[in-house]
């Protein structure tokens, strides 16, 4: 499947766990030797009463990560194609908590993702050394960037949207050195567990165009929560409107944001069904 252009595996477990490991998800992840996606997203049963399902999300290196925006929409088309559930509105668990994707009559898929956590210790974010420096109401924090042949310092606004983001302003997002500086900023001591880096251009209050280099995976053509985290930062640092349309490679996204929790709204589609054997051990 894929929302916007981020692209997953989708596997249902509800009839029983298929026991996959790190070096499984890394062969599904792989473009070459498996099928090819950003992310695996797996299907399980409620874990609990008022839960719907549970939802599982593992980057193309293996890793088990705790948010994923655009496959939770995929997820909700999933369960709903694929018969497992009736409802428009479905309660998911994730490691980050509960998610509430709700399918609109035109197949796009909402999805409430909880609120924006800023207290550093919860990103994380290890503030050590550093001195924030204020931007509208809010901060931005300079980072020198890891392995940089110049010390250069950007400055970032950091925050979490069930994973952690950091979120930097650039002039001309096509022109932006992605592949350069999101990999030094991930490895920046500060983000002990790594980071998610949003490069956002402002167009004008309420349109940003976006690209976003993430944990475990590289750029991809788009990213649900970090088009979120984007307008949140765009909004606490006095640049944005409470509704924006997020530009991406791969799609456009609505994220709305009124101060509590954060609305997406975009696309999640089929691309095909099918199998694959996997080796009992990689």
Do not use: Y
């Given at each position: 499947m894929q929302g916007a252009g981020n692209d997953f595996v989708v596997l249902d477990e509800t009839r029983g766990l298929l026991g996959l490991t790190a070096a499984h998800y890394r062969l599904l992840g792989d473009r070459h030797f498996g099928i090819g996606a950003d992310q695996i997203l797996t299907v399980r049963p409620s874990p609990a009463p008022g839960i719907d399902f549970e939802y599982l999300i593992?980057?193309?290196?293996?890793?088990?990560?705790?948010?994923?925006?655009?496959?939770?929409?995929?997820?909700?088309?999933?369960?709903?194609?694929?018969?497992?559930?009736?409802?428009?509105?479905?309660?998911?668990?994730?490691?980050?908590?509960?998610?509430?994707?709700?399918?609109?009559?035109?197949?796009?898929?909402?999805?409430?993702?909880?609120?924006?956590?800023?207290?550093?210790?919860?990103?994380?974010?290890?503030?050590?050394?550093?001195?924030?420096?204020?931007?509208?109401?809010?901060?931005?924090?300079?980072?020198?960037?890891?392995?940089?042949?110049?010390?250069?310092?950007?400055?970032?606004?950091?925050?979490?949207?069930?994973?952690?983001?950091?979120?930097?302003?650039?002039?001309?997002?096509?022109?932006?050195?992605?592949?350069?500086?999101?990999?030094?900023?991930?490895?920046?001591?500060?983000?002990?567990?790594?980071?998610?880096?949003?490069?956002?251009?402002?167009?004008?209050?309420?349109?940003i165009r976006l690209r976003v280099f993430e944990r475990g995976v590289g750029e991809t053509l788009a990213c649900g929560s970090g088009a979120c985290a984007a307008v949140v930062a765009g909004i606490r640092l006095g640049l944005l409107d409470a509704t924006v349309a997020v530009q991406t490679r791969g799609g456009v996204l609505s994220i709305s944001w009124a101060g509590a929790n954060v609305m997406m709204t975009g696309p999640a589609t089929p691309v095909f069904h099918g199998e694959i054997d996997l080796p009992d051990t990689l």
């Open positions: 593992h980057n193309a290196d293996g890793a088990e990560v705790e948010q994923c925006g655009n496959g939770a929409r995929c997820f909700a088309r999933f369960v709903r194609d694929q018969g497992l559930c009736t409802k428009a509105t479905i309660r998911v668990q994730t490691r980050a908590g509960v998610i509430e994707p709700r399918i609109m009559p035109d197949g796009r898929v909402t999805v409430d993702m909880g609120a924006p956590v800023f207290a550093l210790a919860d990103i994380p974010f290890d503030d050590t050394g550093l001195q924030p420096q204020a931007f509208g109401a809010w901060e931005q924090w300079p980072l020198r960037l890891v392995g940089a042949a110049q010390q250069e310092t950007l400055r970032v606004a950091v925050l979490s949207m069930g994973n952690p983001h950091a979120v930097l302003q650039v002039d001309d997002v096509a022109a932006a050195p992605v592949a350069l500086q999101g990999p030094q900023i991930q490895v920046n001591p500060a983000f002990p567990r790594g980071v998610n880096v949003g490069f956002m251009q402002i167009v004008n209050r309420s349109q």
